[in-house]
């Protein structure tokens, strides 16, 4: 029968396992396989279960348990595979046929019923792999975000017909080499959680604990992530604590009244067409934080990005409004617990807002988030960016701001999705020039993007330098590679990440004052800038950037140390499509005081170039 402890808990919002009470469940009971099927729906008048095993019609009533609003009970003959639903009659007799919120799996959109499933039994290969996670402060942390169904799809969709997915385990064939060869440590997945719209992307979600049926079974996913740990690479999977969907199925008004949401009519809808969640009700509390625990446990993520955090600290999102003190308690609440069972989980935060303390512990009075997106830092880059070069001399100080608060909180620095669609143009297109000069400027924003404190995200076709926005219908468009300066972008981005991979310094100390010191901060004029990038061991490596067309035969580079400085990556090489006016001698440093520093270094730079120098002693 169910678990009067774990349903103690659940009331408590304290709960990280109600899945184990509520939803299908496979069982024996007195001799007989079927399934037990537990909802929470404190406003019902009555609850019945209806599916494929009694032709969906009322025959199985569910039995109250107790005062609190579960309801209960034993299907026979029911079975793993068989569709279903809740028929909740409300307090006003309204008949209401819902999807089980606790679902495992989920029928094809635009079916929306759930589908009983056994997610037991899964042989799982990566013990290796999960007993050497941590939370990457001092490692590597290179993500590779993505929509699963347009990476790479058999058949885009046309005005006349739809499309076709491949499912997890084919596209895992395609993509885990693919990722290897690149150099990313990690994959995030956009969300995966069951949604009825495709251009949701996911962000409007019915079912919180159902894999996405669109691209195959739940254990294809454990597939899938499986072979992704055996080859090295982690899985963060994008999550939507903030609203769900409003389709009738889904969980508004779900037995009549306001389970999961606000009562309050104007703190329950937001900007985005669907629902807020009521995270101060302990219920969905215990709802929220066990489908966060249940993807770690079931499916071995490495981590889970929140979306629109902003949303949940402030009331719809706006500092004005004042803080959602019920939403902040859930996130420390949520974090700490998380935390305490998986600690190797990564946390993080896609926050827009200025609320302190994101990434330090709740106990210290943070939100207990490992890792906030730097917003900040990735608006500021791409509006220098669009600049005329001429004019970005004005505008200096948007390329070294964010170094004025980064260690305020542990950032990653994104270059994500939401930049690359609703016209908003691709990265490439961003940027001020012609063809050959946002080619020759991508190439050294790169440069500062993966050598600058903090760890990387880029979205799935950033490294193909595409022109064609993203679109969920569509695969990448692959064959710009045919074009050789696109090929030797890519081949550049490739080798970036592996830079970035086999010196510590550029990851390392990413989080410590002592891993980075400006060497030239304020040439405005020239717009050139340069900056050291060290471990605590003795790694050091020089960053030098030029964001004008201007060339110099010998700028002088103020440096720390004396010794050579080897260049290990130069944006103008030839094998890149550029110009190869590059440094292939070693530079040795000159003593004598620069900008404060006591050595220099005279260096050749290319228009907009961007150089990676290693410091030999």
Known sequence: MLDE??????????????????????CEEDEVKGVRFTVFA?????????????????????????????YSGFVPKAKAGQLYKYLLIGPNGQHLYKADPYARFSEVRPGNASRIYDLERFRWGDKRWLAKQDKHFE?????????IGSWKMKKDYTDEEDGEFYNYEEIAEKLIPYIKEMGYTHIELMPLSEYPFDGSWGYQVTGYFSATSRYGTPKQLMHFINQCHKAGIGVIMDFVPVHFVKDAHGLTMFDGGCVYEYPDLNRRYTEWDSVYFDLGRDEVRSFMMSAINFWIEYYHIDGIRFDAVSHLIFWKGNKEMGTNDGAIDFMKRMTYKI????????????????????????????????????LGWMNDTLKYMALDPYFRQHEHHLMTFSMAYFYS?????????????????????????????????????YIYMMTHPGKKLNFMGNELAEYKEWDEKKSLGWNILSY???????????????????????????????????????????????????????QHLLVVLNFTSNSHASYCIPVT???????????????????????????????????GKPYSINVKIAPYTGMIFEWKE
């Open 339 to 374: 935390n305490e069972r998986h600690p190797h989980t990564l946390l993080i935060a896609e926050d827009s807002s200025d609320y302190p303390k994101v990434t330090r512990s709740s106990v210290e009075g943070g939100l207990g988030f490992d890792y906030k997106w730097d």
């Open 5 to 26: 402890f774990l349903i103690q808990l659940f009331y408590e919002g304290q709960c990280l396992e109600a899945y184990k009470v509520f939803g299908a469940h496979l």
């Open 42 to 70: 404190p406003n019902a008048k009555k609850v019945f279960v209806v599916g494929e095993f009694n032709e969906w019609q009322q025959t199985h009533p569910l039995k109250k348990m107790g005062d609190g609003g579960i």
């Open 409 to 445: 909180e542990n950032y990653i620095l994104p270059f994500s999705h939401d930049e690359v669609v609703h016209s908003k143009k691709t990265i490439i297109d961003k940027i001020y020039g012609t063809y050959e000069e946002k080619l020759a400027q991508l190439k050294t924003l």
């Open 139 to 147: 490692k590597n942390l290179n993500i590779y975000e993505m929509h």
């Open 484 to 538: 050789p300066v696109h090929d030797s972008f890519h081949e550049f981005i490739k080798k970036m990440n592996k830079v970035v991979n086999d010196y510590p310094a550029l990851y390392q100390n990413d989080y410590y004052p002592e891993g980075f010191e400006w060497m030239v901060v304020d040439d405005n004029k020239q717009s050139v800038f340069a900056y050291e990038r060290k471990t605590l061991e003795g």
């Open 561 to 595: 140390k004396s010794g050579k400085y080897k260049e290990i990556l130069n944006s103008d090489k030839d094998i890149y499509s550029g110009n190869n006016q590059v440094n292939s001698r070693q530079l040795k440093a000159k003593k004598g005081t620069v900008l």
